[in-house]
Structures are given as structure tokens and as C-alpha cells.
């Protein structure tokens, strides 16, 4: 049995280490140039989703192709016989020319460049890599010119998940890189996106061996990783929405990541049901800091990361001329907390590109709380 946590590769497999946020820079610098780029990691990692963030922001056109359901004749195209045998033209008959299949229409025809996502690429039948040397090489397929195709990324899991080194030909056609999405950055995203559920994020603060499971996870079917604790928030939201009860929405989160991290999480989500009322009593602007000081360590840093969280999502829904009130009253209550989770929860939940576009460095009631954080980085 897989017990002990393990957040990296067992092997590098001579592969550069890249985290998610350098991930993204490389993918776009490769999109810049009309480049080849493969990225293998676990399960979760965001490879996929930051692939398809970065083709959208370069305003390319994305051609998605999941290679692990296809055959050689779904990439390649399937020969016109009988459609050309009726033609008139001598030439015509004597040459067999290829059907191709609709997802090359953009790369021929249209107007703007296009940039293939070529998904589980270590699944791929080895009867793809004929033409996907051709693609990734010459942007053409069966000798035709693709004139859009500007750049291919391809991305793939490890060995151990299942996964298959692709063809060595293939992967000489491209940069590769080894992708490990570290806590850190899942939570820097996880406060950007706002998806993430806070108990969730403050559980991930504590934990971050538990953002994956082990790397060879024998015999179990279940364990940790980012995309399972993606799909919990989803369910605790949703859940919340409907008004589920806490006992079901912690079995489906157990369900999501497994039941070791499950029931280790589950103390937070109680934490977080408990600490409700005083999350709604600093958005009323009142002095909660004599019950925040008798709770716990654990419940004090979920009841900043809720504060925090909620503000963030209050920030995006609002516009520089029309500051939400819920500002002061956050500052307020952040002045009377340690720097230690003031750090934690306005680092990973309201972050710094918010800070700057609503000026909370120059706001009254946040110079102290910023102060704290600046005093912090520099010791």
C-alpha cells in the first residue's frame, strides 16, 4: 500500500523542471515563435488548461486533438477514391489525393493562426507518429500545406500514470519540459481564479504535500491531486448552493481526493461552517477580534483565508470608481491579526494585481495591514 506522500517525479526523466508559473512563460514564448513545445506531468497539473489560457491570450485559433482516441487515418486523412473516380480529368484519376479531416479546415483557410493542442500524447498508438512528425516538422500532412499552423503544443502524463515515452523522433522536434505544480503556485492561482473553495485553500496552506498523492500509487484508487481538489470546490459550492448537509459534502470530497486527505480536510470544512457567523459580523464592520483570539491556530488562519477569499470575490465584481465598504471593514479586522496569516491570506487570496487596481496601499485601513506583510518579506 502507497502510503507516504510524495509531491515529484520519481524521475526527472533528464527533463528541465519548470513550475506552473514559468510553465506559462514558456508556452508563450514558444507560441511567439511559432515553436514545438511538449510538457509531461502528473495528473492535474494544469498543463492542458494552461496550454489553452496561453493560446487564447496570444488571440491564436485553438485546434484541440486528444491523440489517444485516434488512429492513423483520423490524423492522416482517408484516401478519395471514389469521389475522384468519376471526375473528368485524367490527372485526377490516376492520383489518389486524402480526405482530411474538419479539424484542418482553420489550418488551411482560415484567417488567423492557428496553434494545435496535441493532448495525451503519451497515450497516442504508435501509428500516429508518422504524421505527427510531418505536422510537427513541416506543418503539413500527406505533403499538403497547413499555411496557418503557427505553433503545436503537445502535453502528456508520467509513466506511472499510465502514460508512454513517445517516439524519441517526435519529442527531437520540440522543447520538452517536466511541469510540477509546487503549492505554492497552485495557491497563487487558486486566489487569482477564485475558484477554489477557502477551507479548501487553507487546508492546502497546511498541508501542501497533500496537494498530489504518491507518485506509484500501487494498489489505490484514489488520491490527491489538483484537479481532485478543483472538482471538491466545485462540489462544496454547488453543494452549499443546494444546501447539502456537511457529513455528504465531506464524503464527496473524500470521493474526490481520497479518504486519507478527505478526513484530514474534513476538520477544516467544520472549522469553516463554525466561523461563518464571524465572517459576517467583520463584513458588518464589527470588532470580532475577542472571539478571533480564543480560537485555535487552524480555525484562525481558515477564518482569514474566508475573509480574505470573500473580499477577492467582492474585488472582481466591482469597478476603481465604486470600491465595495467591505474594504475597511477587512482592514480593520486584518490589523488585529497576525502578520504570520495576514501574509497567507492577502498573499494567496486578494494578491497583488488587486491591490494595485483598487490602491489598498494607499487606503487608511490597509497601510498597517501592508506594512505587516512588507516587514514580513524583508526579516
Avoid at 56 to 79: C, F, Q, T, W
Avoid at 99 to 124: C, N, R, S, T
Avoid at 140 to 161: D, F, P, V
Wanted: a negative charge; hydrophobic letters at 35%; aromatic letters at 8%.
Amino acid at each position: 500500500m502507497a502510503t507516504q506522500q510524495q509531491t515529484m517525479a520519481s524521475s526527472d526523466f533528464n527533463l528541465e523542471k519548470l513550475n506552473t508559473k514559468d510553465l506559462s512563460e514558456h508556452i508563450a514564448s514558444s507560441v511567439q515563435i511559432g515553436g514545438n513545445i511538449a510538457i509531461f506531468g502528473r495528473r492535474g497539473t494544469g498543463k492542458t488548461e494552461i496550454s489553452k489560457q496561453e493560446i487564447k491570450k496570444a488571440d491564436m485559433h485553438e485546434v484541440y486533438i486528444n491523440l489517444s482516441v485516434m488512429e492513423r487515418v483520423d490524423l492522416g486523412g482517408y484516401p478519395d477514391i471514389m469521389g475522384r473516380a468519376a471526375s473528368p480529368d485524367e490527372k485526377r484519376r490516376r492520383f489518389v489525393e486524402f480526405l482530411l479531416p474538419q479539424f484542418y479546415e482553420p489550418m488551411i483557410e482560415g484567417k488567423k493562426g492557428v496553434v494545435v493542442l496535441l493532448d495525451e500524447v503519451d497515450k497516442a498508438d504508435p501509428s500516429l507518429w508518422a504524421p505527427l512528425l510531418e505536422l510537427t516538422q513541416f506543418r503539413s500532412i500527406n505533403g499538403r500545406k497547413l499555411t496557418n499552423l503557427h505553433a503545436n503544443i503537445m502535453t502528456g502524463n508520467l509513466i506511472s500514470e499510465g502514460g508512454a515515452r513517445p517516439s524519441l523522433p517526435l519529442l527531437d522536434r520540440a522543447e520538452k519540459y517536466l511541469v510540477e505544480a509546487d503549492a505554492t503556485s497552485w495557491l497563487e492561482w487558486a486566489g487569482k481564479s477564485g475558484h477554489i473553495h477557502p477551507s479548501i485553500t487553507a487546508y492546502i496552506t497546511d498541508h501542501p504535500k497533500d496537494l498530489f498523492g504518491a507518485v506509484d500509487p500501487e494498489d489505490r484508487y484514489a488520491d490527491p491531486s489538483p484537479r481532485g481538489w478543483a472538482r471538491a470546490s466545485d462540489i462544496l459550492y454547488k453543494g452549499e448552493e443546494k444546501g447539502w448537509s456537511p457529513t455528504l459534502l465531506n464524503k464527496k470530497v473524500c470521493g474526490c481526493v481520497g479518504k486519507d486527505a478527505g478526513i484530514k480536510y474534513s476538520n477544516y470544512y467544520e472549522h469553516y461552517q463554525q466561523l461563518l457567523p464571524l465572517i459576517e459580523d467583520v463584513y458588518q464592520g464589527k470588532d470580532v477580534s475577542s472571539r478571533y483570539n480564543v480560537l485555535e491556530p487552524t480555525k484562525k488562519l481558515v477564518a482569514c483565508m474566508i475573509t480574505c477569499a470573500r473580499l477577492a470575490t467582492q474585488l472582481d465584481q466591482a469597478d476603481e470608481a465604486n470600491p465595495p465598504g467591505s474594504i475597511k471593514h477587512v482592514g480593520k479586522f486584518l490589523q488585529k491579526v497576525s502578520y504570520e496569516n495576514v501574509l497567507v491570506a492577502v498573499r494567496s487570496q486578494v494578491q497583488i494585481d488587486r491591490i494595485v487596481k483598487f490602491n489598498l496601499d494607499e487606503h487608511p485601513d490597509w497601510q498597517e495591514v501592508l506594512s505587516k506583510i512588507n516587514k514580513s518579506v524583508d526579516s
